[in-house]
Nanobody, 124 residues
Framework: QVQLAESGGGLVQAGGSLRLSCAASGRTFSTYDMGWFRQAPGKERDFVAAIRWNSANTYYTDSVKGRFTISRDNAKNTVYLQMNSLKPEDTAVYYC?????????????????WGQGTQVTVSS
């Protein structure tokens, strides 16, 4: 069992930056692939970024490439999402998720555990 808790969301102006954190409970965090998803009002939940358990590979949706960076610190049981050059269309609730052997990182059905989400609002 893994429990996830996101933090770091907030209100920021367009062009600004935020760093989201997702803290995980349990001693098996380092064996999980991790993902970030987001859901805007009235829309489906979308893939944002993912990182393999050993940080060997990272994945991004096209709209955030070059602006967002996913990373993890297994010693701290934490995964991060550094978001730069934020745009109003990045406004959403951001969720982190954990799964094992997630070979299709954009597929949310591959993740077993989810956090409660953190709100990110980007004003124009």
């Amino acid at each position: 069992q893994v429990q996830l808790a996101e933090s770091g969301g907030g209100l920021v102006q367009a062009g600004g930056s935020l760093r989201l954190s997702c803290a995980a409970s349990g001693r098996t965090f380092s064996t999980y692939d991790m993902g970030w998803f987001r859901q805007a009002p009235g829309k489906e939940r979308d893939f944002v970024a993912a990182i393999r358990w050993n940080s060997a590979n990272t994945y991004y949706t096209d709209s955030v490439k070059g602006r967002f960076t996913i990373s993890r610190d297994n010693a701290k049981n934490t995964v991060y999402l550094q978001m730069n050059s934020l745009k109003p269309e990045d406004t959403a609730v951001y969720y982190c998720a954990a799964g094992r052997m997630v070979f299709t990182p954009a597929d949310d059905s591959r993740y077993d555990y989810w956090g409660q989400g953190t709100q990110v609002t980007v004003s124009s």
